[in-house]
Every structure is written in structure tokens, then in C-alpha cells.
């Protein structure tokens, strides 16, 4: 099969689908694997680093797409991918659909085959190519969102770990999975004082094991109310696979906060799930609303490029091997998957979508 590889275009996205080493063992493999011109640069993967393991490279992107029958890339397809993308073309990546219609539309009216990363599911119901993506940005909401409390940003000037004489800092974290638990674990390290809402008590449990400065509760709404009030950080970070995400912050709790505090809304790509979230891009980050800052990038893992693009090619290297097999289509959790094929929405998450 020839395997296409695109350079990312989303603003400041640096990571790439497959590194080196992945692209080698596919063309062991027997297939062809073809990359757009300096796709891996932004990595710190050269175009010689491909190449002297059989890659071929193409001048362009609609090179590239011309040539490839299984489009893999990291981040939806936006106005450039668009043109190029062709009903024939088998396209797995991120999709994030359920917060796009317009997106949604472009790709059913192209009538390709879209499997997404955050949709492939396992029977127990985990997200394997969604976790190692959900750790690095709950480990980058706490580390932004540590660097925006500061005066200089706008912060009101409040460090988390505190120090003798003073009052630690205070994170609150909605969700305990891998985005949540993460970001928990890193503001606790840190020596703030961290409040965790879970619904599932085995995570409540596994909250409570980091430490005597962590405290787990179950969401009731007086209870987040008066806990977010008091917060200096919130890290949203909250799923439903393949739907839009559930608001856990409404715009009164939000104004209750103090000013110069600070919102990362990891969920900003299945839509956010406070009530004044809306997307923002690394080349501007962030928005004050009700006074209080707002962190909600889509691509945060984009930041990391040399880690992340590790991290997810490990991750998807075993399904695009089982997508090249030639009977994909029997691998359960690459079907549950499809959100778009031949025209059709198919994830049951999107159904009844507007677009």
C-alpha cells in the first residue's frame, strides 16, 4: 500500500505521523511510504533521516496526496488538506468532528473513508491512540497554566507550590484520566494543594494514592462551585469519545473566581467544557473572560513536537499495520473508529449532528 504522510499546516503544529524509524519498518513491510518535503523538520527529523531508510519524498502536498492511498497525519484536515483529499482515500487521524459540522460537511461531500485516532476503541473501552496525547497535555495545562498565574502574564501573581510562611497554591482538575490524572499528578508534585472531580471511584482511589495534597470528589454542584471559587488553576479535561464534550463550568461559577486566575480547557477539542471556553491557537493562546484567563489551544501537544510525534507513532504503528492488511475492516476497534464513510456519518456519537 503507499502510505502518504503530509506535513501538518494547523498554526505552530509541529509534530509528524510517523517518524523515521516507524516509515522503515512499514517499507520492511512491503509498502511505500511517501513524506511531504520537510514534514519531520519541526521534530527534529531531517528529510536524509527518511530517505536513507527507503522514504520517498514529495516536492508538495498535493504530490504527496497523489500519491497516497492510506493519508496518515496527525491533525484534522483544514483548507489546504481539503482540496487535496480524495473520495478513494483511506484518512486516519485526528478528527475531533463532533464540535466541527462545516468540517464534518466537507468530508461527507468528499465521500472518503475517515477513521480517528480519539475514536479507535478498545472493548473495555479504552482510547489507545487518544492516552498518549491526553498525558502530554494534561502535563502542558499545569505547566502553561503554572506560567500564567504569573503577575508579568497577567496571573495574579500566585506561585502553586507556596513556600513556609505562605499559602500553597490550589489546582482543581476536572476528570482523572489520562489528561485529568496527569495534570493532578504534576500540580501535586509541584506542592499545590489539588481537588480532583471524578465520577468513577476506582480514579477517586487512584487521586487519592498521589498524595496527603490531593483530595478526590464527586461533582455535585455546590460542591464544584465552591471549590472552583477558591481555585487559582482549573483543568478541564473531561470526555465523552467522539461527542462534544459536557460543560462541567458555567459562566456564573466562572465569574465567582477570582480575577487573574486561570482556565485550561484540555476538552477544547471535542468542543470545551467550560461555558466560556472557545478555541484559540498557540500563536494566541489565550482570552480574559469574567476575569480570568483562559487557556483553550486545540493542538497543545503540538508544543512538544520531538516527544509528541514519538509518542503518537508508537501508538498508531500497530493499527496502520492492520490497516494495510487488506482486512481491516474485521479489527473491532479500528470500525468503531469510522466516524465518516462513503458520504455517511457513522460514529454513533455524531448522529443527528447538523451539518
Same mark, same amino acid.
Given at each position: 500500500?503507499?502510505?502518504?504522510?503530509?506535513?501538518? $499546516?494547523?498554526?505552530?503544529?509541529?509534530?509528524?505521523?510517523?517518524?523515521?524509524?516507524?516509515?522503515?519498518?512499514?517499507?520492511?513491510?512491503?509498502?511505500?511510504?511517501?513524506?511531504?518535503?520537510?514534514?519531520?523538520?519541526?521534530?527534529?527529523?531531517?528529510?536524509?533521516?527518511?530517505?536513507?531508510?527507503?522514504?520517498?519524498? !514529495?516536492?508538495?502536498?498535493?504530490?504527496?496526496?497523489?500519491?497516497?492511498?492510506?493519508? +496518515?497525519?496527525?491533525?484534522?484536515?483544514?483548507?489546504?488538506?481539503?482540496?487535496?483529499?480524495?473520495?478513494?482515500?483511506?484518512?486516519?487521524?485526528?478528527?475531533?468532528?463532533?464540535?466541527?459540522?462545516?468540517?464534518?460537511?466537507? /468530508?461527507?461531500?468528499?465521500?472518503?473513508?475517515?477513521?480517528?485516532?480519539? $475514536?479507535?476503541? /478498545?472493548?473495555?473501552?479504552?482510547?489507545? *491512540?487518544?492516552? =498518549?496525547? %491526553?498525558? @502530554?497535555?494534561?502535563?502542558?495545562?499545569?505547566?502553561?497554566?503554572?506560567?500564567? /498565574?504569573?503577575?508579568?502574564?497577567?496571573?495574579?501573581?500566585?506561585?502553586?507550590?507556596?513556600?513556609? %510562611?505562605?499559602?500553597?497554591?490550589?489546582?482543581?482538575?476536572?476528570?482523572?484520566?489520562?489528561?485529568?490524572?496527569?495534570?493532578?499528578?504534576?500540580?501535586?508534585?509541584?506542592?499545590?494543594?489539588?481537588?480532583?472531580?471524578?465520577?468513577?471511584?476506582?480514579?477517586?482511589?487512584?487521586? #487519592?494514592?498521589?498524595?496527603?495534597?490531593?483530595?478526590?470528589?464527586? =461533582?455535585?454542584?455546590?460542591?464544584? !462551585?465552591?471549590?472552583?471559587?477558591?481555585?487559582?488553576?482549573?483543568?478541564? !479535561?473531561?470526555? +465523552?469519545?467522539?461527542?462534544?464534550?459536557?460543560?462541567? *463550568?458555567?459562566?456564573? #461559577?466562572?465569574?465567582?473566581?477570582?480575577?487573574?486566575?486561570?482556565?485550561?480547557?484540555?476538552?477544547?477539542?471535542?468542543?470545551?467544557?467550560?461555558?466560556?471556553?472557545?478555541?484559540?491557537?498557540?500563536?494566541?493562546?489565550?482570552? +480574559?473572560?469574567?476575569?480570568?484567563?483562559?487557556?483553550?489551544?486545540?493542538?497543545?501537544?503540538?508544543? +512538544?513536537?520531538? $516527544?509528541?510525534?514519538?509518542?503518537?507513532?508508537?501508538?498508531?504503528?500497530?493499527?496502520?499495520?492492520?490497516? $494495510? %492488511?487488506?482486512?481491516?475492516?474485521?479489527?473491532?476497534? *479500528? &470500525?468503531?473508529? @469510522?466516524?465518516?464513510?462513503?458520504?455517511?456519518? &457513522?460514529?454513533?456519537? *455524531?448522529?443527528?449532528?447538523?451539518?
Amino acid at each position: 500500500m503507499r502510505i502518504g504522510v503530509p506535513k501538518e $499546516t494547523k498554526t505552530l503544529e509541529g509534530r509528524v505521523a510517523l517518524v523515521p524509524a516507524a516509515a522503515g519498518d512499514l517499507i520492511h513491510r512491503g509498502h511505500e511510504v511517501w513524506l511531504e518535503r520537510d514534514a519531520g523538520i519541526k521534530s527534529g527529523f531531517r528529510d536524509d533521516d527518511y530517505t536513507r531508510l527507503g522514504v520517498h519524498i !514529495a516536492p508538495d502536498a498535493a504530490a504527496l496526496y497523489d500519491k497516497g492511498e492510506l493519508i +496518515v497525519k496527525v491533525k484534522e484536515p483544514i483548507e489546504g488538506d481539503l482540496a487535496l483529499l480524495r473520495r478513494d482515500h483511506l484518512l486516519f487521524c485526528y478528527l475531533h468532528l463532533a464540535p466541527l459540522p462545516g468540517l464534518t460537511r466537507q /468530508l461527507l461531500d468528499i465521500g472518503l473513508t475517515g477513521i480517528a485516532f480519539e $475514536t479507535v476503541e /478498545l472493548e473495555n473501552g479504552d482510547l489507545p *491512540l487518544l492516552a =498518549p496525547m %491526553s498525558i @502530554i497535555a494534561g502535563k502542558i495545562g499545569v505547566q502553561v497554566g503554572t506560567h500564567l /498565574l504569573h503577575q508579568p502574564m497577567g496571573g495574579k501573581g500566585k506561585l502553586l507550590g507556596g513556600l513556609p %510562611s505562605t499559602e500553597r497554591g490550589k489546582v482543581v482538575v476536572f476528570g482523572a484520566g489520562a489528561a485529568g490524572g496527569n495534570s493532578a499528578a504534576l500540580a501535586a508534585s509541584g506542592g499545590a494543594n489539588v481537588v480532583v472531580f471524578e465520577k468513577r471511584q476506582d480514579r477517586m482511589d487512584e487521586m #487519592m494514592r498521589l498524595g496527603n495534597n490531593v483530595t478526590a470528589l464527586y =461533582p455535585y454542584d455546590e460542591v464544584v !462551585a465552591r471549590e472552583v471559587a477558591s481555585a487559582d488553576l482549573v483543568v478541564g !479535561a473531561v470526555l +465523552v469519545t467522539g461527542a462534544v464534550a459536557p460543560h462541567v *463550568l458555567n459562566r456564573d #461559577m466562572i465569574r465567582g473566581m477570582e480575577d487573574g486566575s486561570v482556565l485550561v480547557d484540555i476538552s477544547i477539542d471535542q468542543g470545551g467544557c467550560f461555558e466560556t471556553s472557545r478555541a484559540t491557537t498557540w500563536k494566541e493562546p489565550t482570552y +480574559v473572560e469574567e476575569g480570568v484567563i483562559h487557556f483553550c489551544v486545540t493542538n497543545m501537544p503540538g508544543a +512538544v513536537p520531538q $516527544t509528541s510525534s514519538q509518542a503518537i507513532c508508537a501508538a498508531i504503528l500497530p493499527w496502520v499495520n492492520k490497516l $494495510t %492488511s487488506g482486512n481491516w475492516r474485521d479489527n473491532e476497534a *479500528l &470500525v468503531r473508529g @469510522i466516524n465518516i464513510a462513503s458520504g455517511d456519518i &457513522v460514529h454513533p456519537a *455524531l448522529k443527528g449532528m447538523q451539518v
